[in-house]
């Protein structure tokens, strides 16, 4: 079935660990974004890609980076988490640029102590 | 800078009667407009888009241009219609090529 996963779903770690929140998805899509998102807030992009070693910032100074060396596989990596990486981090789809319908993964919820 | 703004960040009303979530943009060119909605324990999700002129759920939302707005509207609210609900523009002509998303309203809707 065509889907957008992402795991860890909740992760707790200590400051300082590198960690990777995994997102691949299975629609057949080129693009892929990564979105940051407290409880309750707005979603700020971090970042996105066009397809295959493709990598761009989004308009949210991120810490982390990401690497897209397969179509399906976006994962996000954080050398060194610290506490102001708590967030909820989203991955999301879309068939191509434009105004395309983005598909939400369910997120992973990290929490660095 | 192009901005949208959500002035509501939670509006409670009861059921059945008529919602109108605010939905202002600032932006340069001509953005491609949508309203995604969370329901409690789901995925962010598409709710409608402004290209399309559809109705979903019994929501619909106008593009107007000369207030740059794009509100959400539904005559009679029901339960299952609480979530949290963004604005998004989409603009292709510049800056990161993704959404740009409102702050978000939480709506409940009372029994």
């Known amino acids: 079935e065509a889907d957008i996963y992402q795991t860890p779903r909740y992760l707790v770690i200590g400051t300082g660990k590198k960690i990777t929140l995994e997102c691949s998805q299975t629609m057949g899509h080129d693009k892929m974004y990564w979105y940051q998102q407290d409880p309750g807030m707005e979603l700020h992009l971090i970042h996105y890609s066009y397809g295959v070693n493709s990598t761009e910032k989004g308009d949210l100074s991120s810490e982390s980076t990401v690497s897209r060396i397969r179509t399906e596989h976006f994962p996000l990596t954080l050398e060194s988490a610290r506490p102001s990486h708590t967030s909820q981090y989203l991955c999301?789809?879309?068939?191509?640029?434009?105004?395309?319908?983005?598909?939400f993964g369910p997120g992973t919820r990290l929490t660095v102590t | 800078a192009q901005r949208v703004t959500q002035p509501e960040k939670l509006l409670s009303v009861f059921k059945g009667a008529p919602v109108e979530l605010k939905c202002n943009y600032s932006?340069?060119?001509?953005?491609?407009l949508f309203w995604y909605v969370q329901y409690s324990r789901q995925r962010l999700q598409l709710l409608l888009r402004?290209?399309s002129r559809e109705s979903i759920k019994g929501f619909t939302a106008d593009l107007n241009k000369g207030e740059t707005s794009f509100h959400l509207k539904k005559p009679f609210a029901q339960e299952e219609d609480s979530a949290m609900y963004y604005c998004a523009p989409h603009d292709s002509g510049g800056g990161a090529d993704g959404l740009t998303f409102g702050k978000g309203t939480h709506l409940i809707i009372q029994p």
């Open positions: 402004h290209i």
């Open positions: 999301a789809s879309s068939r191509d640029s434009g105004a395309y319908e983005q598909y």
């Open positions: 932006y340069s060119g001509s953005p491609e």
